[in-house]
Structure formats: structure tokens, C-alpha cells
């Protein structure tokens, strides 16, 4: 027990010490997410209504067996007495059943249903990984900004405090940095949390203690979107997009449900056959009689009326079928939305962070220039304080654009149905290990 256990450790400890991408994570959670998995126990299950329709158009065969004891007496006769046994074996083929070829061919349509809604699933699952794997990132980021804030701000306020000790500065300059030095406590304790936070939905998704991430290139060029037309991707969306094509396959089913309940009162022809063999033991010495029979045949039935039922049923399978198609339309419409704006997420994306890596520059350079002026007496410790929060503001804001850029490319993907593992993989080209 204690040799399974330390087993355990020590695999939890060698994994948490190494690096992972983003593929490597998105290949935990594929085994361990409970979401995923029950989308593919629905799957299995779909992929039964097929075999289940088929079976309706195939023929059924039953066995049949009995054992009795009679016992008969009267004030006419002595009592008699027999053990009657005997077997029948029957068999009925659908010859004509317009309802089961329905039927069947909606069988056919859930398996598709069941296959794109995996494929969803697929999709929905690596979508979940990016995010929750840049969050962690950009909770990483946002704790690295906000200890280095506090350790500047601690230097300031040490230096505010001398310099008043001295004489060399009056006592608001220490009041301020003191006000900083607070501040910035208490959102290193809020990054703090919220790394914590978004560590544990990392570990949720996979199963197991989150790893230490790569992270993303300083320089790393992220791609623009292939093609780079919104409208084509609208296009796309709309025509291949797995929400459209799960409500396209719906409505399919919703009309072969209305032609399935109209079939309801058709006529049915079916081909039947038995063969049965009984067996009459006595015991009052009567002449023992046993028979065989077989039987061969068409069957006709035709229920032509059943209490309006069949009428109601064709009424709903119609609403039903009106339902299905506007929600068809909706699909489409949202489709199209969410290409749009998955779209100008990575355009504007990169633009945004374009401007702010050139934002960071600026910001280092005026830091610098501040740092100069307190030293020849034209700046203020504020200053220079104001000048590094403007810094670092434009570092955490430059790495959230471009995480969310990431994301917004994955996405975009996925209104196409177009996102695969692949694409995980080329992602990881922009990853490196952390120091």
C-alpha cells in the first residue's frame, strides 16, 4: 500500500516538475475530462439507433414450449387424465411497413447526429483547453507584474522614507508610496488567488496536478486568419459549421418523423410462417393423439382508424418539424455571428497587439528618461512610480491581447468545423519553456 502510494507520488511530482505544451495538455484532459467522456458514452449510444432500425426490416423468429396436466373427472366416467406437450416455432417477415422504413432511415440520420455531435464535442474540448491553459498563463503574467510592481514600489517607499529622514523630501512623498506600497499587496493577493483559480480549472480538464506551462515567445508573429476574408469564413460557417449541420440533420429527422406518422395508416403486408408439434400423453387408456402443423402465408393488416390518433400524431410530427427548422435558421444566424466575431477578435487582436508591444517600448523608455530626471532633480519619486505602473499596465495588457488573439484563432476555426489537434500543435511553435 505504502509502495503504490509513493508510486504515486513520485509520477504526480516527476510530472509537475516538467514542462508541458499545449498539446500534451490537451491529450490529459482528452482522458480525463468528464464532459468529453460523456459525450462519447452519448456517441456509442447514438450509433445503437442504427442497428435498432435495421432490425425492424428484418425478420423475427420466436419459440414457443408448453408442458400441462390435465385432470378431468365427471359422474358419467372414471377420471382422465393427460400431460399434453408441445413446441411451436414462428417467424414473421416485414414485407411492406412504411412506418419501419421511416424509421430506419432516421436510424440512419441520429448516427450522423451522434457522429457530428462528437465531432463538436472534439471541438469544444480543445476550445476549453486553450482557454483554461492561457488563463493559467495570463494569471502567471499578471502575478509576475504585479510582485515586480510591489518590489518597485518597495524600493520607492524605502528610498521616500530615507530621503524624509534626511530632510531631502517632504513627508507626502512618503504618504504616497506607502499608499502604493498597499495597493499593490493587495492585488498581488488577488493575482495570487486567481492563478490559483485558474490552476484548478486546468486541473479539472485534466485530471491531475497542473504542470508547469510553456509560455508564449516574447517575438512569437502570430498568424493572421487563412483566408483573410471575414466573409468567406461567414460563408463557411454557415454552410459547414457543426451547429448548422447538427440542426440541418434535426430537421432531417423531424420531417422523416412527419412521413413516419402519416405511414400510420397505411395498410401492412407481412410474411408469416409457423410450424407447431403437440404431443397428448393420457393415462385412462385413451388413444393418444399427436399432431404437427405448419403454416404459410401473407398477412394484411390495415388500421385505418385508430380514434384520431394517427391524425394528432401528423400534427405534432408537423409542429415539430416547424420547430426544428427555425431552429435551423438560428443556428445559421449564430454561425455566422460567431464567425464574425471570432474573426475581428484575431484582426483586431493583432493589431491591438502590435500597438501595445510598441506601447511597452515607449513605456520603457519614458521609465528610463523619469529615472534620469529624479537623479538631476526635474522628476519626483511619483513620478518614477507612475511611470513604472504605466509600464507595467502595458505589459499585462499587451500579453492578455495576444492570449486572447490565440483564442479567438482557435475559435474562429471552429465555426468552420475546421479545428483539430493540429492545430494545437502548430500553436506550440509558439511556445517555449519557462525559465
Given at each position: 500500500?505504502?509502495?503504490?502510494?509513493?508510486?504515486?507520488?513520485?509520477?504526480?511530482?516527476?510530472?509537475?516538475?516538467?514542462?508541458?505544451?499545449?498539446?500534451?495538455?490537451?491529450?490529459?484532459?482528452?482522458?480525463?475530462?468528464?464532459?468529453?467522456?460523456?459525450?462519447?458514452?452519448?456517441?456509442?449510444?447514438?450509433?445503437?439507433?442504427?442497428?435498432?432500425?435495421?432490425?425492424?426490416?428484418?425478420?423475427?423468429?420466436?419459440?414457443?414450449?408448453?408442458?400441462?396436466?390435465?385432470?378431468?373427472?365427471?359422474?358419467?366416467?372414471?377420471?382422465?387424465?393427460?400431460?399434453?406437450?408441445?413446441?411451436?416455432?414462428?417467424?414473421?417477415?416485414?414485407?411492406?411497413?412504411?412506418?419501419?422504413?421511416?424509421?430506419?432511415?432516421?436510424?440512419?440520420?441520429?448516427?450522423?447526429?451522434?457522429?457530428?455531435?462528437?465531432?463538436?464535442?472534439?471541438?469544444?474540448?480543445?476550445?476549453?483547453?486553450?482557454?483554461?491553459?492561457?488563463?493559467?498563463?495570463?494569471?502567471?503574467?499578471?502575478?509576475?507584474?504585479?510582485?515586480?510592481?510591489?518590489?518597485?514600489?518597495?524600493?520607492?517607499?524605502?528610498?521616500?522614507?530615507?530621503?524624509?529622514?534626511?530632510?531631502?523630501?517632504?513627508?507626502?512623498?512618503?504618504?504616497?508610496?506607502?499608499?502604493?506600497?498597499?495597493?499593490?499587496?493587495?492585488?498581488?493577493?488577488?493575482?495570487?488567488?486567481?492563478?490559483?483559480?485558474?490552476?484548478?480549472?486546468?486541473?479539472?480538464?485534466?485530471?491531475?496536478?497542473?504542470?508547469?506551462?510553456?509560455?508564449?515567445?516574447?517575438?512569437?508573429?502570430?498568424?493572421?486568419?487563412?483566408?483573410?476574408?471575414?466573409?468567406?469564413?461567414?460563408?463557411?460557417?454557415?454552410?459547414?459549421?457543426?451547429?448548422?449541420?447538427?440542426?440541418?440533420?434535426?430537421?432531417?429527422?423531424?420531417?422523416?418523423?412527419?412521413?413516419?406518422?402519416?405511414?400510420?395508416?397505411?395498410?401492412?403486408?407481412?410474411?408469416?410462417?409457423?410450424?407447431?408439434?403437440?404431443?397428448?400423453?393420457?393415462?385412462?387408456?385413451?388413444?393418444?393423439?399427436?399432431?404437427?402443423?405448419?403454416?404459410?402465408?401473407?398477412?394484411?393488416?390495415?388500421?385505418?382508424?385508430?380514434?384520431?390518433?394517427?391524425?394528432?400524431?401528423?400534427?405534432?410530427?408537423?409542429?415539430?418539424?416547424?420547430?426544428a427548422r427555425f431552429e435551423l435558421d438560428e443556428a445559421r444566424l449564430l454561425a455566422a455571428l460567431d464567425a464574425r466575431n471570432a474573426f475581428l477578435g484575431v484582426a483586431s487582436g493583432?493589431?491591438?497587439?502590435?500597438?501595445?508591444?510598441?506601447?511597452?517600448?515607449?513605456?520603457?523608455?519614458?521609465?528610463?528618461?523619469?529615472?534620469?530626471?529624479?537623479?538631476?532633480?526635474?522628476?519626483?519619486?511619483?513620478?518614477?512610480?507612475?511611470?513604472?505602473?504605466?509600464?507595467?499596465?502595458?505589459?499585462?495588457?499587451?500579453?492578455?491581447?495576444?492570449?486572447?488573439?490565440?483564442?479567438?484563432?482557435?475559435?474562429?476555426?471552429?465555426?468552420?468545423?475546421?479545428?483539430?489537434?493540429?492545430?494545437?500543435?502548430?500553436?506550440?511553435?509558439?511556445?517555449?519553456?519557462?525559465?
Amino acid at each position: 500500500m505504502h509502495t503504490k502510494f509513493l508510486t504515486a507520488l513520485l509520477l504526480t511530482f516527476a510530472w509537475t516538475a516538467q514542462a508541458a505544451n499545449l498539446s500534451e495538455v490537451y491529450k490529459l484532459a482528452r482522458q480525463h475530462d468528464p464532459v468529453y467522456a460523456a459525450a462519447y458514452a452519448s456517441y456509442k449510444a447514438g450509433l445503437e439507433r442504427l442497428p435498432q432500425t435495421q432490425a425492424l426490416l428484418r425478420p423475427s423468429i420466436g419459440l414457443s414450449a408448453s408442458l400441462r396436466h390435465n385432470q378431468v373427472d365427471t359422474n358419467l366416467s372414471s377420471g382422465t387424465s393427460s400431460n399434453p406437450a408441445g413446441f411451436g416455432l414462428s417467424l414473421q417477415q416485414p414485407l411492406y411497413r412504411k412506418q419501419n422504413l421511416e424509421t430506419y432511415e432516421q436510424g440512419k440520420l441520429q448516427t450522423l447526429l451522434a457522429e457530428s455531435q462528437l465531432k463538436a464535442a472534439e471541438q469544444d474540448l480543445i476550445l476549453r483547453v486553450a482557454r483554461a491553459y492561457f488563463d493559467v498563463l495570463l494569471a502567471q503574467d499578471n502575478l509576475s507584474t504585479s510582485e515586480a510592481q510591489k518590489k518597485a514600489i518597495a524600493e520607492q517607499l524605502a528610498q521616500a522614507k530615507f530621503s524624509f529622514e534626511v530632510g531631502a523630501a517632504t513627508i507626502t512623498d512618503t504618504h504616497e508610496a506607502q499608499a502604493r506600497s498597499d495597493l499593490a499587496s493587495a492585488q498581488e493577493i488577488a493575482a495570487r488567488n486567481d492563478l490559483a483559480v485558474k490552476r484548478q480549472s486546468l486541473e479539472k480538464l485534466i485530471g491531475a496536478v497542473a504542470p508547469k506551462l510553456d509560455i508564449l515567445a516574447s517575438h512569437a508573429k502570430l498568424p493572421a486568419p487563412e483566408p483573410d476574408d471575414i466573409e468567406k469564413w461567414v460563408a463557411h460557417s454557415q454552410e459547414s459549421g457543426l451547429g448548422v449541420a447538427i440542426s440541418r440533420t434535426a430537421e432531417e429527422i423531424a420531417r422523416r418523423e412527419v412521413a413516419k406518422q402519416r405511414a400510420g395508416g397505411l395498410p401492412t403486408l407481412d410474411l408469416v410462417a409457423s410450424y407447431s408439434d403437440t404431443r397428448n400423453g393420457t393415462s385412462s387408456g385413451l388413444t393418444k393423439v399427436d399432431s404437427q402443423s405448419a403454416q404459410l402465408g401473407l398477412e394484411l393488416a390495415w388500421a385505418f382508424y385508430q380514434g384520431g390518433a394517427i391524425e394528432s400524431r401528423i400534427r405534432e410530427a408537423q409542429a415539430n418539424q416547424e420547430k426544428a427548422r427555425f431552429e435551423l435558421d438560428e443556428a445559421r444566424l449564430l454561425a455566422a455571428l460567431d464567425a464574425r466575431n471570432a474573426f475581428l477578435g484575431v484582426a483586431s487582436g493583432n493589431a491591438r497587439s502590435q500597438a501595445l508591444a510598441q506601447a511597452v517600448v515607449s513605456s520603457e523608455s519614458q521609465l528610463q528618461s523619469t529615472k534620469l530626471g529624479l537623479e538631476v532633480g526635474v522628476r519626483t519619486r511619483v513620478d518614477v512610480l507612475n511611470a513604472q505602473q504605466q509600464l507595467f499596465a502595458a505589459q499585462r495588457d499587451l500579453a492578455a491581447a495576444r492570449y486572447e488573439t490565440i483564442k479567438s484563432g482557435l475559435a474562429l476555426k471552429a465555426t468552420a468545423a475546421a479545428l483539430t489537434e493540429a492545430d494545437l500543435a502548430a500553436m506550440d511553435a509558439f511556445l517555449k519553456p519557462a525559465k
